[in-house]
């Protein structure tokens, strides 16, 4: 049982999809699944992920609304909210993309997901639709965090925190798979 068999496995709402994006990473590397400005995992105010529990990592504060596939692979989990999603990379990453703080008390508000489980995604697949407004409305932050949840080492960034950063740019890659 892996980490992603922990998320509940509820009903996913499909609605008409953004386009791709062109995206292409290599193995070891995760691509930004947002755009906006980077940031280190540990200026989060989620202590979960600043503290680096649940892996590696970098986040995104978003200018946009749409998380795209930072890796290619299947769809391994996806959580009833719709605020996150797991992704095992075909070169066996497990990625997790969590849209937010706290986002899971929306109980969905505002979160689309384009995906189903065991789908197989080509980077830059459309994930996930979010309604920032709504989130900055529930009092939360919007703040976009990838962390790798298998990964025994250390993510090395590929842009600096403070960057602009592009969805489908390279975000961070394993410091093992480098």
């Known amino acids: 049982m892996g980490f992603f068999d922990r998320f509940s496995r509820g009903k996913r709402t499909v609605t008409e999809a953004p386009r791709a994006i062109e995206a292409t990473a290599e193995p070891g590397c995760v691509l930004s699944p ?10 989060v105010s989620d202590p979960v992920f600043a503290q680096g529990m649940l892996g590696p990592g970098m986040a995104v504060a978003p200018s946009g609304g749409v998380v795209y596939a930072p890796v290619t692979g299947t769809i391994t989990a996806a959580v009833a ?5 797991g992704i095992t990379s ?16 929306m109980r969905g508000d505002g979160f689309t997901v384009l995906a189903e489980k065991d789908a197989h995604v080509t980077a830059g697949t459309p994930l996930i639709v979010f309604d920032r407004e709504k989130i900055h409305a529930a009092g939360h932050d919007d703040i976009v965090m990838v962390s790798v949840t298998n990964a025994s080492s250390e993510s090395l960034p590929a842009v600096a925190p403070g960057a602009e950063v592009r969805a489908g740019e390279p975000l961070f890659r394993l410091g093992d798979k480098a």
Do not use: F, R, Y
């Open 90 to 105: 075909d070169d066996g990453m497990e990625v997790l993309i969590h849209v937010g703080v706290d986002t899971v008390e």
């Open 81 to 85: 909210t719709g605020h996150a999603l």
């Open 34 to 43: 947002v755009s906006g400005v980077a940031k280190s995992l540990s200026e």
